[in-house]
């Protein structure tokens, strides 16, 4: 027996995605629709070797159906979240809107599964944002065994993580560099993207900070341990699917770079590619439409007592968002809905 699952948010990046992963991994469904807004309505988007044909999110009624995987950005879910929770549906909710809520668990399944279970609160789970995702993945099993105090993490987050406009624009700034009078002047990000790098990622807060440094440190915080110090610089990169991240880590206790090699390569969903030659590492291109958080230059900080260095890549669309949002809702139907 399966459920009924609906998809807000269909007709984009992350909607689409969410159909692939689902019938990818296939996760047990007896029934599916696929929703979007009413300027989207009869769109087709594709479920497997199956054609769906999306419906009105203004209209639609969620009673009856077990789970709702949103991603329609925070206006939208604001609106429509509540409903589907009122109506038994729990919401997977990909946008910011609940992340911060005491009362909405935000989830990593390979790090903290179990806050799965508060869900009843609002019948409403968080995704955590892109670059906060694999990051955590990464960390957690270090954690584990050593117990880290401080992360220092500069990203270089792919153009995908702005959305269809992000990509487009980078697209189309690349073209119109190399034929005269076609330049396109910045619209989506605030300066030239194109063979540029923009350390400014949402908006700007009062310590000098941005928005999307911030919720690195406070998702991190949610997810791990609020003990842990995290300090965030966070750039756009000329790239379109795809984020980066190096990551410095001191922990309370030592930890030697070959066991932590070894512990990342036994840690549910890394890969860990790291040899010390030409090409022995993985790069963006590399992981596009993989499941995996990959982690390669792991090495030794020899400026701190308890120091290492690594290297972090996942597919921002998939573990950063979709494939996230899907292990959350097969982490649901295991732990706690229990249908499949």
């Known amino acids: 027996m399966g459920y009924r699952v609906v998809i807000a948010g269909a007709t984009g990046n992350v909607g689409r995605e969410m159909l692939n992963i689902l019938a ?17 309505i009869g769109t087709e988007v594709s479920f497997g070797d199956k054609t ?13 159906w077990d789970m709702a995987l949103f991603a329609v950005g925070s206006d939208a879910t604001k609106t429509y979240a509540p409903k589907a929770a009122a109506s038994g549906c729990v919401v997977i909710d990909n946008s910011s809107l609940y992340r911060y809520d005491p009362d909405v668990p935000l989830v990593v399944p390979e790090v903290n599964a179990e806050a799965v279970d508060g869900y009843k609160k609002k019948m409403i789970i968080a995704n955590p944002n892109c670059s906060t995702a694999q990051m955590v993945v990464a960390l957690k099993p270090l954690h584990d065994r050593a117990r880290i105090k401080r992360v220092v993490v500069s990203t270089y987050q792919s153009v995908s ?23 396109v002047a910045p619209s989506k990000f605030t300066k030239q993207i194109a063979f540029n ?101 792991i090495r030794q900080d020899s400026t701190i007592d308890n120091g290492l260095n690594l290297w972090c890549v996942s597919d921002n669309l998939r573990k950063g968002a979709a494939l996230n949002a899907v292990q959350i809702a097969e982490t649901l139907g295991k732990r706690c809905l229990k249908k499949g």
């Open 197 to 297: 790098v923009i350390p400014h990622i949402d908006v700007f807060l009062d310590d000098g900070s941005t928005k999307e440094e911030w919720k690195m440190v406070a998702e991190t915080k949610k997810i791990l341990d609020k003990s842990i110090k995290v300090t965030a610089t966070c750039v756009r990169v000329p790239v379109f699917v795809g984020h980066s991240e190096s990551i410095n880590i001191e922990t309370e206790d030592f930890l030697d770079e070959h066991e932590a090699r070894d512990i990342l390569r036994e840690a549910p969903g890394i890969l860990v590619v790291d040899k010390r030659e030409n090409g022995g590492y993985i790069t963006p291109i590399e992981c596009v439409g993989e499941y995996a958080t990959y982690i390669s230059r």
């Open 52 to 64: 769906l044909k999306t419906k009105d999110l203004d209209t639609f009624d969620f009673t009856g």
């Open 161 to 183: 993580g702005a959305g269809k406009e992000g990509i487009d624009e980078l697209w189309n700034q690349t073209k119109g560099l190399y034929v005269p009078g076609q330049e």
């Open 24 to 40: 990818e991994r296939e996760f047990p469904i007896d029934e599916i629709v696929a929703l979007a807004s009413r300027k989207s």
